[in-house]
């Protein structure tokens, strides 16, 4: 799964957390570089990423994600760390100043969506998110079954 971007990038994308876009109202989102040892990164390459239950914090004005389980490297020796450590991500301090004000608001927090390769580097896109109630999941399920009945029916009369 590779995409092209306008400036003749590459972005190779790795994982995703497709639990967050159905649990999450997503505001906003920001890219940030994360910081990773050598076998962490071969890991990565390998795809041997689970964002599922993995969430970012601020502390001590710095951003860390908690919870993102990279496997260790089958290759790897006493050079592999802990697969649910927590990491930190490279942001601007603008930025993290930005994110810090955003998730005192009530209810907001921070989540990431992708983790990708761009340039080389690995990068994860973070979601300022608020979260859903069971019935705005249950609305959002409805909507989903209605657009695919009316996409089922115009296909129907087209054939």
Known sequence: MSKETGKNEEVKMIAQNKKARHDFFIESTIEAGIVLS???VKSVRNGKVNLKDSYAQIIQNEVYICGMH???YEKGNIY???PLRDRK???HRRE???????VQQKGLTLVPLDLYFKRGKVKVTLAV??????????E???ERDAKR???RKLREKNY
């Not at 998110?129 to 249950?138: S, V």
């Open 38 to 40: 050598g076998t962490e």
């Open 70 to 72: 990279i496997s260790p």
């Open 80 to 82: 592999n760390k802990d």
């Open 89 to 91: 991500l490279l942001l």
């Open 96 to 102: 993290i100043n930005r994110l810090a004000g955003l």
């Open 129 to 138: 998110a608020k979260g859903k109630k069971l019935y705005d999941k249950r």
């Open 140 to 142: 959002d399920i409805a």
């Open 149 to 151: 009945e009316i996409e």
